[in-house]
């Protein structure tokens, strides 16, 4: 069974749709992170969590807005989506108490396609 | 700010070839250095990682040597599967801000 879920896998959607990505995790690691995916960019970080009432902006927040729920689940919107956001999103985990490594977990990620 | 510059792809081997991919970084203090690999229509998984200078990290035939001299981590393997075809990431984490900086990634391909 996987560790790190993530619903829907594949979304098409128009422009100006709210949509919402979910992320929920058995490790019970309690750092979370929401990531996209652009060719020839990598993967650069949009928000995360440290803990139920930590969240933070990464890189890349901008028309983004995330909600945690509990310490496994982590969700990610796009309140109003527009064709740059297309991309592949990944949800990643951590557990603070790694303090040599700092080894995240990933999702099998979301493909979204803003139309 | 940190930041990890890996090779450009894509890169096309036959099997049984040497492969190299280049990754070099910037960083305050001491990061954490890994290896990501990201297989088609999956996540991406740790391949392999390395704490400190001179600390050589190594799975499934790969290996990466920390070379805090030359600020690298080079990714390697004596002889390459087609099943190894795939894109490979380069990250690096700050060790204590949770800050994880990747490289573009690297797609490889290994005909038979």
């Known amino acids: 069974d996987a560790d790190v879920t993530q619903t829907p896998r594949n979304r098409i959607t128009k422009t100006g749709k709210r949509i919402m990505l979910e992320c929920s995790q058995t490790?019970?690691?309690?750092?979370m992170y929401w990531y996209r995916q652009d060719p020839g960019l990598g993967l650069r970080l949009i928000y995360y969590s440290f803990d139920v009432k930590d969240i933070n902006k990464g890189e890349i927040s901008d028309g983004y807005s995330v909600s945690r729920q509990a310490q496994a689940k982590f969700s990610l919107s796009l309140e109003s989506a527009i064709p740059n956001q297309t991309a592949l999103y990944f949800c990643?985990?951590?557990?603070?108490?790694?303090?040599?490594?700092?080894?995240?977990?990933f999702g099998p990620g979301t493909r979204l396609t803003v139309l | 700010g940190n930041s990890v510059t890996q090779m450009e792809g894509p890169v096309t081997l036959s099997e049984e070839a040497f492969l190299t991919i280049n990754c070099t970084y910037t960083a305050t203090g001491y990061p954490s250095l890994f290896w990501y690999v990201q297989y088609p229509g999956e996540g991406l998984q740790l391949l392999l990682k390395a704490t400190k200078a001179d600390d050589k990290g190594s799975n499934k035939g790969f290996e990466a040597t920390y070379r805090k001299e030359t600020t690298s981590f080079h990714l390697e393997k004596g002889s390459v599967q087609v099943s190894d075809s795939a894109v490979y990431f380069c990250a690096l984490s700050d060790q204590g801000n949770n800050d994880m900086r990747f490289g573009a990634g690297t797609r490889l391909t290994v005909k038979p």
């Open positions: 990643a985990t951590s557990d603070h108490r790694d303090v040599t490594y700092n080894e995240q977990f």
């Open positions: 490790k019970g690691h309690d750092r």
